[in-house]
T-cell receptor, first 118, second 115 residues
């Protein structure tokens, strides 16, 4: 079955530091890949996505590239802010068969807690 | 738009009690789902629905029932609560197009404690 593995947290950084959160996946075929973010007391929000190999998703200064050869989708940001403190989830849907859909049945990683200090 | 609304925000139950977690969305999304979030385990899919009158089981369905009588509502029922069901529950919905790649919209969660 599908699975997603994220780097162990928590991750603690100073403001303006470089962020990497590793994510690798196991799936047959070609899944779509996502990063979701959860701020304290809230539900998850889509941060970025990539639906095919070599696609780069980006949003709010965050980026992740779909690497089929290494089955990875690592999240990066060049300069984090205190407001980026949250839990980050890597997730996948699929694989999609010809003409089919997985209707949003996401498989999530365990989440990585990020804390950014001033 | 309210998006996805979950009630209640918090609930404490005794073992064996039953309750219903409510979920409503006002975005006319066909797809709705329930996840539970447990420390170190990410989110796991409990049940999902691809439209009114259609439901199916996810990864961890035991102990939970769902129904989908309208597009807007997707309640989750615990028939006989157990301490193992202590968790944070999230309802989510999405547009069913784009072959499942449409983003999920999440509610703010219900924190359930079973004693």
């Amino acid at each position: 079955g599908n699975s997603v593995t994220q780097m162990e947290g928590p991750v603690t950084l100073s403001e303006e530091a470089f962020l990497t959160i590793n994510c690798t996946y196991t799936a047959t075929g070609y899944p779509s890949l996502f990063w979701y973010v959860q701020y304290p007391g809230e539900g998850l929000q889509l941060l970025l996505k990539a639906t095919k190999a070599d696609d780069k998703g980006s949003n709010k200064g965050f980026e992740a590239t779909y690497r089929k050869e290494t089955t990875s989708f690592h999240l990066e940001k060049g300069s984090v802010q205190v407001s980026d403190s949250a839990v980050y989830f890597c997730a996948l849907i699929g694989p999609h068969n010809a003409g089919g859909t997985s209707y949003g049945k996401l498989t999530f990683g365990q989440g990585t807690i990020l804390t950014v200090h001033p | 738009n309210a998006g996805v609304t979950q009630t209640p925000k918090f609930q404490v139950l005794k073992t064996g009690q039953s309750m219903t977690l409510q979920c409503a969305q006002d975005m006319n999304h066909e797809y709705m789902s329930w996840y539970r979030q447990d420390p170190g385990m990410g989110l796991r899919l409990i049940h999902y629905s691809v439209g009114a009158g259609i439901t199916d089981q996810g990864e961890v369905p035991n102990g939970y029932n769902v129904s989908r009588s309208t597009t807007e509502d997707f309640p989750l029922r615990l028939l006989s609560a157990a301490p193992s069901q202590t968790s944070v529950y999230f309802c989510a919905s999405s547009y069913s197009g784009d072959r499942g790649n449409s983003p999920l919209h999440f509610g703010n969660g219900t924190r359930l404690t079973v004693t």
